[in-house]
T-cell receptor, first 114, second 114 residues
Framework: EAQVTQNPRYLITVTGKKLTVTCSQN?????MSWYRQDPGLGLRQIYY???????DKGDVPEGYKVSRKEKRNFPLILESPSPNQTSLYFC?????????????FGQGTRLTVV | DAKTTQPNSMESNEEEPVHLPCNHS???????IHWYRQLPSQGPEYVIH???SNVNNRMASLAIAEDRKSSTLILHRATLRDAAVYYC???????????????FGQGTILTVHP
């Protein structure tokens, strides 16, 4: 079954404590990205990756890092989380750019930073 | 500008067809029209996409106006499980700022009554 798996689904952490949200896909997709969803602001892209070792900033990259060492994995790293990063996060993957092909989304990670 | 315009909300009765409109008057010749939906507490789910011709799949139909300035997502028989937020999104076929990401607006909240 085609899947994008995020972990954890829920996370409560304290300001400044580094955390990683994992994302894995089993479809051999080249393109992966991270979005955050906030009330009234919709979904906004944080970072994307067009292939292994190729990443670039999306619309709201400040405070986040990513890496793409393997095709299937695309972790989102918050080196020093702050309360304004409290949000619902989604990982997505697609065969090519998400403007051109079907994108598959994970179930989401609800992050609370206190 | 990747903007699309959709009604904030629509209502339907179960087992009736639903026509969800979308205006994209500034669309370029190489932009796809995508539709995604998001059920409560879930990640966005791909519904359908098209370029010029009308498209059908197991979930829905997409009718694209001849001038491509508007489109309509058609759910042929609404069920309670179709209650969701529906997003109409422009995406570039190749290159450009909208190739790599999906720019989500506020979408249309569809309510389905039993």
């Amino acid at each position: 079954e085609a899947q994008v798996t995020q972990n954890p689904r829920y996370l409560i952490t304290v300001t400044g404590k580094k955390l990683t949200v994992t994302c894995s896909q089993n479809m051999n997709h080249e393109y992966m990205s991270w979005y955050r969803q906030d009330p009234g602001l919709g979904l906004r892209q944080i970072y994307y990756s067009m292939n292994v070792e190729v990443t670039d900033k999306g619309d709201v990259p400040e405070g986040y890092k990513v890496s793409r060492k393997e095709k299937r994995n695309f972790p989102l790293i918050l080196e020093s989380p702050s309360p304004n990063q409290t949000s619902l996060y989604f990982c997505a993957s697609s065969l090519n750019g998400q403007g051109a092909t079907e994108a598959f989304f994970g179930q989401g990670t609800r992050l609370t930073v206190v | 500008d990747a903007k699309t315009t959709q009604p904030n909300s629509m209502e339907s009765n179960e087992e009736e067809p639903v026509h969800l409109p979308c205006n994209h008057s500034t669309i370029s010749g190489t932009d796809y029209i995508h539709w995604y939906r998001q059920l409560p507490s879930q990640g966005p789910e791909y519904v359908i996409h098209g370029l010029t011709s009308n498209v059908n799949n197991r979930m829905a139909s997409l009718a694209i106006a001849e001038d491509r300035k508007s489109s309509t997502l058609i759910l042929h028989r609404a069920t309670l499980r179709d209650a969701a937020v529906y997003y109409c999104i422009r995406g570039a076929y190749a290159g450009g700022t909208s190739y790599g990401k999906l720019t989500f607006g506020q979408g249309t909240i569809l309510t389905v009554h039993p």
